[in-house]
């Protein structure tokens, strides 16, 4: 009998974790391997950040720091969301957190009581509903379909809306889809928002600086229910700082002291070293930001493109982030030397074997009928990984 808890067991493992270690485990096998399951930008974090952090080890920045992050870092944020976004926000109602997912899950476990609703559109990123599960909520789902551009409509979040419901996740620009809500949009689901004052908002914009629109909008910019949105944000997608492991909320003070007092006793606060990177990247400018941006769209039209040439394949072009999501339903129920494909989970898989390209199955995105391809690599790399596809897809009937 395990020793483990219910709520480790109940856990999933995430699927794109998982998906990369898959692949990692076939290169290691001396197998040429083409990972598109990531969602990890290909570039270096800029110089000017790395030189701040050489910096602060020279001078010692090597102490504990305050659970919710240093001061300066976390007025600089503060000041970002005001020059950026039109937001008002004291540095006290930030938290910094270790990644953009602790936040989340800082959040949802401070809201969430066992049996309250959350409200989750799919498709949405893996962890949502699992950091619901760890809350012991329940989880309410929203299908937005790829004829919908995988957004959401105001009927929908209104018919989906009980007493029960406590909390609505999603983000924008969204993974794993790349849709971006429009401000017209926001507003819309703002007015519906307006009418259940028991409802809060937990807004994740980690690829607020990968968008293809004319800029990014955030839901926190309706006064109605500005004191209801957490914002979710960080360093790891703009400034290509996955490794750094720094994010943070933006809250009205309640939940900015709960983040705080949940965080003080499950990891304190974040590496020193990395908090003085964030505040050199909030104050260095944009410049690095729009290069990375510019050769993302250039790698999306390139994909989407190739993606189109390929039968069956169903796909829309996102506005954000750097993911497709196509409906590959066309090849449900196909075969290739007796392996039939049965899901989007199984169809991963096969292209994993098959291609050597690594993407990851849709059902824990929360919709069964698609695959999720990064586009976080370099061109000639799209171009060959697509070309695999092609190939292997072609194989089945």
């Known amino acids: 009998m395990s020793a483990l808890s219910n709520r480790i067991n109940n856990l999933s493992e995430s699927a794109t974790i998982k998906m990369a270690k898959l692949g990692r485990e076939l290169a290691a096998k001396g197998v040429d391997v083409i990972s598109l399951s990531f969602g990890e930008p290909d570039f270096h974090t800029p110089e000017h950040i790395k030189e701040a952090a050489k910096l602060a080890m020279d001078k010692n920045f090597t102490y504990y720091t305050p659970v919710s992050g240093y001061p300066d870092l976390r007025k600089a ?4 969301l005001k020059t950026e976004n039109n937001l008002d926000y004291d540095f006290s109602q930030i938290v910094v957190s270790t990644g953009a997912k602790q936040a989340i899950a800082n959040a949802v476990l401070c809201l969430v009581n066992p049996g309250e609703e959350v409200i989750i559109p799919t498709p949405y990123w893996v962890s949502y509903s699992e950091v619901v599960k760890l809350a012991e909520g329940v989880s309410i789902f929203i299908e937005a379909p790829v004829e919908q551009d995988f957004k959401i409509t105001p009927a929908q979040l209104e018919a989906a809306i009980t007493p029960k419901t406590k909390l609505f996740m999603f983000s924008s620009p969204c993974n794993p889809t790349g849709s971006v809500y429009s401000k017209s949009e926001l507003e819309g689901l703002a007015k519906v928002f307006e009418k259940h004052p028991q409802v809060y908002i937990l807004s994740d914009e980690i690829y ?3 968008n293809f629109v004319d800029k990014h909008e955030s839901i926190a910019q309706f006064d109605a229910i500005k004191d209801r949105v957490i914002i979710i944000n960080g360093f790891s997608k703009a400034f290509a700082m996955t490794g750094w492991r720094i994010g943070y909320t933006a809250s009205n003070k309640e939940i900015a002291n709960a983040c705080d007092k949940m965080q003080g006793q499950v990891t ?6 990395t908090q003085k990177a964030g505040v050199a990247a909030l104050e260095g400018g944009l410049d690095s930001v729009l290069q990375m941006r510019g050769e993302f769209k250039k790698r999306r039209d390139l994909v989407y493109g190739l993606l189109k040439n390929i039968e069956g394949i169903k796909v829309n072009l996102p506005e954000g982030a750097f993911y497709f999501f196509p409906d590959v339903t066309s090849f ?3 075969s290739y030397n007796g392996k039939v494909i049965n899901d989007a989970d199984e169809l991963s898989i096969y292209l994993l074997e098959e291609a050597h390209v690594a993407t990851v199955g849709g059902d824990s995105f929360g919709d069964t009928k ?3 391809i990064s586009y976080a690599a370099a061109e000639e790399k799209l171009i060959e990984a697509m070309n695999r596809l092609k190939v292997a897809l072609g194989k089945l009937v």
Not at 77 to 80: G, H, S
């Open 370 to 372: 698609c695959i999720r």
């Open 208 to 210: 607020e600086h990968i």
């Open 268 to 273: 304190s606060g974040t590496c020193s070293i």
């Open 332 to 334: 449900f129920g196909k």
């Open 77 to 80: 944020i503060a000041n970002k």
